[in-house]
């Protein structure tokens, strides 16, 4: 137990995270490069990268799918996921941030902290997950190391603590001074290796500075370091680096090198960083579940009861994929294990140790690896996976609301039996992805996080089922209502084709109720001239009616009906009459009414920053939209508004490029209101 215990202390799983185009993927590349996992460089531009291998990814020059990947470096096993930078693809983010212990933030040397940036940092303080900043792409003009890291602090608040100091600049930049033992490294043109030596006589006054603000901020912040500083007046590196790790631990610090992944410089840096400062399984807090209502722990134990959980879902051609992290026990080829959610249990086929779309089998899994196994039929991302003997749930990953929505169907009648099951299988692999079938419009609408994320999202649809779909907006949900009814409208039903016949006159009165929506029904009938029975049937006629308006067809709401007066024959006079009555009187009447259009309407709740409220107050505006409040919020602006729901479609896309994404909204059903004299139909 103790040998495998130690093992688990030479365990690093992480996820690279940064804002779209600031260089995950190629710090990753170049992480596998430097471990000797791949023998060439792989480069975005080029498509030959490792983790970015859907077809979409790169054609699109983008991560869309979270990739992980397994490599070792200085005997420690580096279990990494390489996560998508674009907005739309958050809830990836999202799951991965669930079971990594550690990450690496990359940051634009020119650009410092943007939107995504400042998306995944906070998605990450959600979780509790311990970072190191990496400021990536010194060698382009405009890089600024001070400049990226006092965004660091301005943007995102941690104490940013920089352990490097650059040596060159912008197209000069060729290596780093490394503060804690006071040596340079540089690289030459290749970039393969790392060349140590001392710090250059121009660069040594200004890294004894550096080192010495990099003491005290630590000192400021680490007891033990305060108290060797106080006695010392210094810190050895042994010291630093022991205290680095633990405010890395604890989120108090946040550890800052630099860097050019694409010129290969500074990467073996950063994975002696993440050796020394980022967490290991054991040093992470056992994880918790329930189980049977009262809160349960399960260490980091080999030997303890098998729990994972069940972060991604992948079909490929050869099978299911599920992806899981092990937080205890171990589970062998072949073992049973609990779906703890669904209450069922399953088989383990095969474990796979990835390597992005490659894989290589291994026998068992253990406390702290991330695996992918085949042979799960109804394990989906969130599922817990555990011994039989030892149920536990352990918290789901959290899954964001889908704020864009586009109607799917299948351009031949044969296929739309295949787009389902492809919108399913779609579904179960992406759960932020919605699809639903619109009870009045009959539309099957698919909803996701963005434009892009719906985009790709039907796109893989086409490539992977060899389907051609049409897209559309979906048809919103209109309503019909009555602006100004009619008196004393007559109708008389007569049938009589053999036997017996159907009789039944009424007399109404419509009239539009000051609730916009609702129906209300009542009789004034005196006298006995229309029984109670019957008034009955008059009402349920009328609500038959309600279905389709004169104007399009929608439903009708936001009337009152009154029966007046009727008829009735001793024979010929029956419910279904009646009924039959009912409805055609209303129908005519709503025909002979001034009836008015309404159109759904949502309040929306946008928050921005301050410099960018006028631009989105003028784009709500020509929204038709009718602002309730604006309010200012560390920093941020709030702004509150009622708008139609048809002007909704493109807005996330439009907010999001009107506030370089660092805009967000969020909505609420609030009902009907008039809609424009422009009469749409179904």
């Known amino acids: 137990m103790r040998t495998n215990l130690n093992a688990l202390t030479t365990v690093r799983n992480l996820g690279i995270l940064a804002h779209v185009d600031a260089g ?11 471990t000797g996992t791949t023998h060439r460089r792989g480069e975005v531009h080029d498509g030959t990268t490792v983790t970015d291998f859907d077809p979409q990814e790169r054609d699109r020059g983008i991560t869309i799918f979270a990739a992980a990947v397994s490599c070792a470096w200085d005997g420690h096993r580096i279990n990494l996921i390489d996560t998508p930078g674009h907005v739309d693809f958050a809830d990836e983010v999202e799951r991965s941030l669930r079971v990594l212990d550690g990450a690496v933030a990359v940051f634009d040397a020119v650009a410092g902290v943007e939107p995504q940036s400042e998306s995944v940092w906070r998605q990450a303080d959600r979780y509790g997950v311990p970072r190191i900043a990496f400021v990536n792409k010194l060698d382009r003009a405009g890089a600024d190391l001070d400049t990226a890291v006092a965004s660091i602090r301005e943007r995102l608040h941690p104490a940013p603590l920089v352990v490097q100091l650059p040596i060159g600049s912008e197209d000069g930049f060729t290596g780093v001074v490394d503060l804690l033992r006071m040596r340079a490294l540089t690289w030459g043109e290749d970039g393969d290796t790392a060349t140590e030596g001392p710090v250059p006589d121009a660069l040594h006054e200004e890294a004894l500075r550096r080192r010495r603000l ?25 010291s630093l680096t022991v205290a680095l790790r633990d405010l890395t631990r604890s989120g108090d610090g946040v550890v800052v090198l630099c860097g050019s992944a694409y010129r290969n410089r500074g990467i073996e840096p950063l994975l002696d960083a993440v050796v020394a400062y980022l967490p290991s399984p054991l040093d992470v807090p056992a994880v918790r579940g329930t189980l049977d209502g009262t809160r349960q722990e399960r260490a980091a134990d080999p030997h303890a009861p098998f729990a994972a959980l069940a972060f991604k879902v992948h079909a490929t051609a050869t099978g299911r994929l599920t992806y899981l992290r092990v937080y205890s026990g171990t589970i062998g080829k072949g073992d049973t294990v609990l779906d703890a959610g669904a209450g069922r249990t399953e088989r383990i086929g095969r474990i796979l140790r990835v390597r992005a779309d490659r894989h290589a ?8 690896d991330i695996v992918a196994v085949v042979g799960l039929k109804s394990a989906r991302a969130g599922s817990t996976l555990c011994a039989p003997d030892a149920p536990l749930v352990l918290e789901p990953p ?18 739309t039996d295949r787009l389902a099951s492809a919108l399913a299988r779609l579904v179960e692999e992406d759960p932020s992805l919605v699809v639903r079938t619109d009870a009045e419009t009959g539309q099957t609408v698919l909803s996701g996080m963005g434009e892009l994320h719906l985009e790709i999202a039907v796109e893989k649809v086409r490539r992977d089922h060899g389907l051609a779909v049409a897209l559309g907006r979906p048809g919103v949900s209109y309503r019909e209502t009555v602006a100004r009814g009619v008196s004393g409208l007559v109708h008389r039903h007569v049938k009589q084709d053999g036997g017996a016949g159907q009789f039944a006159q009424v007399a109404i009165d419509v009239e539009p109720l000051e609730e916009i929506m609702g129906f209300e029904f009542r009789s004034t009938v005196v006298g006995g001239r229309v029984p109670q029975e019957y008034v009955r049937a008059v009402e349920a006629g009328c609500r038959d009616a309600l279905a389709e308006g004169p104007l399009g067809g929608h439903p009708v709401t936001g009337l009152r ?34 009836m008015a259009l309404l159109e759904p309407v949502v309040e929306v709740t946008v928050t921005v920053p301050e410099e960018a409220v006028g631009t989105v107050l003028g784009d709500l505006a020509a929204r038709r939209g009718r602002v309730s409040g604006s309010v200012t919020r560390a920093g941020a602006a709030v702004v509150t508004a009622t708008v139609p729901l048809a002007e909704l479609f493109g807005y996330a896309t439009r907010l999001r490029s009107r506030t370089q994404g660092r805009g967000t909204f969020t909505t609420r059903p609030t009902g009907y209101a008039p809609a424009p004299v422009v009469t749409p139909t179904r």
């Open 398 to 415: 959290t899954v964001a609301d889908p704020v864009v929505s586009v109607a799917v169907e299948a351009r031949g009648p044969a296929d």
């Open 24 to 34: 995950k993927t190629t710090v990753t590349e170049r992480i596998l490069y430097a």
């Open 214 to 238: 990099l003491e005290e901020a630590v000192a400021e912040r680490h007891p033990a370091a305060l108290e060797e500083f106080c006695d010392r007046e210094t810190l050895s590196a042994e």
């Open 561 to 594: 009906v009154t029966l007046t007066d009727g008829a009735t024959h001793v024979k010929d006079s029956s419910d279904m009459a009646f009924r039959t009555a009912g409805r055609s009187a209303l129908r005519e009447a709503l025909r002979a009414s001034a």
């Open 361 to 368: 089998q291994v026998d068992r899994a253990l406390v702290g």
